[in-house]
C-alpha cells in the first residue's frame, strides 16, 4: 500500500514537472496541422526590396501528412510568367507571444509535398522563414532566418513529405527580447535558374515553432493512487 502510495507521487511530480516546463516548449503556431481551414494562414507575398511575387491565392486542401481524414494541408501556388530571381509567394501568419520573451535559440520547421502535377525543374525552392519582433503585431524587426530545398527531379510525389527547418536557429546577440514572431512557408524562384512552367503548387502541413526548446513537450497521463 505504501509502495503505490509512493509511486503516485513519483508519478504526480513528474506531472507537475512536465506542466512546470511545458511553458517554454509548446508550439507557439496557431492551427499548424490546417484541420479544417487555412485561416490564421495568409497569402504572402514578396515586395521591396526583393523582386514582387505574385501566384494563385492558397488555399486548404483535404490532403494531409498524416493520412488523416479530418486534417488537411495549405496548399500554395507561384506564378513565374515573368521570372524573378528571389520573387516569393506562399503562407505566413504573426505569432504574437503575448509579452517581451527572451529567445535563446528557436526550434522551427515545416513539412511540404510536391504534387506529382508539379513541375520540378530546380528553378524553385519551397522556403520555410521564421522572423523575430520587438513588438506585438509583428512590428520592429530584429532578425531572422530560413531554410529550403530546391525542387528537383524525382521530389514530386502525391504520398512524400520533406521536411524542412532548423532545431536550434540562434538569434545574433542572443537572448534577444521578442515579443511576436512571423512564420512564412513560401516559394521562390531560384536566381540563376529559367522557370519551365509558368505555374508551380506545393502543398505545406505540420508547422511548429518553438521557443528556447528542442521539441515541443507532451505530456504523459498518471495513474496517482
Not at 113 to 138: Q, Y
Not at 141 to 156: K, V
Not at 195 to 222: C, K
Request: aromatic content about 8%.
Amino acid at each position: 500500500m505504501h509502495k503505490h502510495r509512493a509511486l503516485g507521487r513519483i508519478a504526480l511530480a513528474f506531472l507537475l514537472l512536465g506542466v512546470a516546463g511545458s511553458a517554454s516548449a509548446q508550439n507557439v503556431v496557431s492551427n499548424p496541422q490546417f484541420d479544417t481551414q487555412l485561416a490564421p494562414w495568409a497569402q504572402f507575398l514578396s515586395a521591396a526590396p526583393d523582386p514582387n511575387g505574385a501566384g494563385a491565392a492558397p488555399t486548404w486542401i483535404a490532403v494531409d501528412i498524416n493520412n488523416s481524414p479530418s486534417s488537411g494541408a495549405g496548399q500554395v501556388n507561384i506564378n513565374t510568367s515573368t521570372p524573378a530571381g528571389d520573387a516569393a509567394s506562399g503562407i505566413a501568419q504573426c505569432v504574437d507571444f503575448g509579452g517581451a520573451t527572451p529567445i535563446s535559440f528557436i526550434n522551427y520547421g515545416m513539412s511540404f509535398r510536391v504534387p506529382a502535377a508539379t513541375t520540378a525543374d530546380a528553378a524553385i525552392n519551397a522556403t520555410v522563414e521564421v522572423r523575430l519582433f520587438t513588438s506585438a503585431g509583428c512590428s520592429g524587426f530584429i532578425s531572422g532566418a530560413s531554410q529550403g530545398r530546391d525542387l528537383l527531379a524525382g521530389l514530386p510525389s502525391d504520398t512524400t513529405w520533406y521536411a524542412v527547418g532548423d532545431t536550434s536557429f540562434v538569434p545574433p546577440g542572443a537572448p534577444v527580447m521578442a515579443a511576436s514572431a512571423e512564420f512564412r512557408a513560401y516559394l521562390r524562384e531560384v536566381n540563376g535558374v529559367g522557370p519551365s512552367t509558368a505555374s508551380y503548387t506545393v502543398d505545406y502541413d505540420a508547422a511548429h515553432l518553438v521557443l528556447n526548446s528542442l521539441t515541443p513537450v507532451r505530456l504523459q497521463q498518471f495513474e496517482v493512487e
